[in-house]
Antibody, heavy 122, light 106 residues
Framework: EELLVESGGGVARPGGSLRLSCVASGFNFDDYGVGWVRQGPGKGLEWVSGINWNVATTTYADSVQGRFTISRDNAKKSLHLQMDSLRVEDTALYFC???????????????WGRGTLVIVSS | SYELTQPPAVSVSPGQTASITCSGDRLGNTYACWYQQKPGQSPVLVIYQDDRRPSGIPERFSGSTSGNTATLTISGTQPMDEADYYCQTWDSKTAVFGTGTKVTVL
């Protein structure tokens, strides 16, 4: 079974840091781009960041650019998101998602984890 | 920033057809996909590249585009289709999600 399992969520103060992780199983992790999508309480989906299969390309939403850093370790089948300078508005459920294989240079997501909850509050 | 606009809510009777639109001024130049998200669950891809259906997704789900509007159609809607639906595209190396539509099966 193909799985993505997130961890690392919790409560942080504004200005603080958290590091999220996502571990993949059941498929060749290093063949795929992966990313993070978040969902605030009662809100819609919001793209956060993505990284391609060979780490050559990383992308970020404007709302997190300069504060969050995405990375991956293909040997450990893991994806990470270092979240610094956290803000109250970063409070959300953070999903790890796999980019679907495609011959077209677009990203869409065919496998999602269950998410890890981040709460930023003073 | 680029926005994709969806109607907040759509209501449909069991067995009838539900249509959800997604509008964006650059959608005509790229592809759209659609996700279904039930309460407390992760999103599930139901349509990709405008009109393609992943394996395991029922045939009653279909997608189409016209100009700058993508449409998800659920034919013969079932109570289990009650969920939030999001469109998504790829623009300037970022994923853009629609505002989301809550489908209620009355």
């Amino acid at each position: 079974e193909e799985l993505l399992v997130e961890s690392g969520g919790g409560v942080a103060r504004p200005g603080g840091s958290l590091r999220l992780s996502c571990v993949a199983s059941g498929f060749n992790f290093d063949d795929y781009g992966v990313g993070w999508v978040r969902q605030g309480p009662g809100k819609g989906l919001e793209w956060v960041s993505g990284i391609n299969w060979n780490v050559a390309t990383t992308t970020y939403a404007d709302s997190v650019q300069g504060r969050f850093t995405i990375s991956r370790d293909n040997a450990k089948k893991s994806l990470h998101l270092q979240m610094d300078s956290l803000r109250v508005e970063d409070t959300a459920l953070y999903f790890c998602a796999r980019r679907a294989m495609s011959t077209i240079p677009i990203w869409y997501f065919d496998l999602w984890g269950r998410g890890t909850l981040v709460i930023v509050s003073s | 920033s680029y926005e994709l606009t969806q109607p907040p809510a759509v209501s449909v009777s069991p067995g009838q057809t539900a249509s959800i639109t997604c509008s964006g001024d650059r959608l005509g130049n790229t592809y759209a996909c659609w996700y279904q998200q039930k309460p407390g669950q992760s999103p599930v891809l139901v349509i990709y590249q405008d009109d393609r259906r992943p394996s395991g997704i029922p045939e009653r789900f279909s997608g189409s585009t016209s100009g700058n509007t993508a449409t998800l159609t659920i034919s013969g809607t079932q109570p289990m289709d009650e969920a939030d639906y999001y469109c998504q595209t790829w623009d300037s190396k970022t994923a853009v999600f629609g505002t989301g539509t809550k489908v209620t099966v009355l």
